[in-house]
Nanobody, 118 residues
Framework: VQLQASGGGLVQAGGSSRLSCAAS????????MGWFRQAPGKEREFVAT????????SYAESVKGRFTISRDNARNTVYLQMNSLKPEDTAVYFC????????????WGQGTQVTVSS
């Protein structure tokens, strides 16, 4: 599975940004998708996931109510809409994909930087 993330950049606190991740190499409808992030000096952490059919979404407590994960199976793309951004959201954001039902490990994209200025 190949994952290409885009979006992000420099955003002011309170602002919004949308990340996109295009997947290829596997039927997109078979993949559970997720977003993770890694801040400087910290370990990578879970942000949000969405199941292959979009029926279930999960969020980290730190982003619940501010971020929304969605997917467009016709475009083989998963999105992360980020609203009310805070400086502590600054991180490299990674797109990930797997078939959770068969216990696969995640495939990872290259990451995209999101910087939130105060």
């Amino acid at each position: 599975v190949q994952l290409q993330a885009s979006g992000g950049g420099l955003v002011q606190a309170g602002g919004s940004s949308r990340l996109s991740c295009a997947a290829s190499g596997r039927p997109f409808r078979s993949l559970d998708m997720g977003w993770f992030r890694q801040a400087p000096g910290k370990e990578r952490e879970f942000v949000a996931t969405i199941t292959d059919n979009g029926a279930r979404r999960s969020y980290a407590e730190s982003v619940k109510g501010r971020f929304t994960i969605s997917r467009d199976n016709a475009r083989n793309t998963v999105y992360l809409q980020m609203n009310s951004l805070k400086p502590e959201d600054t991180a490299v954001y990674f797109c990930a994909a797997r078939r959770a039902s068969v216990g696969e490990d995640y495939y990872w994209g290259q990451g995209t930087q999101v910087t939130v200025s105060s």
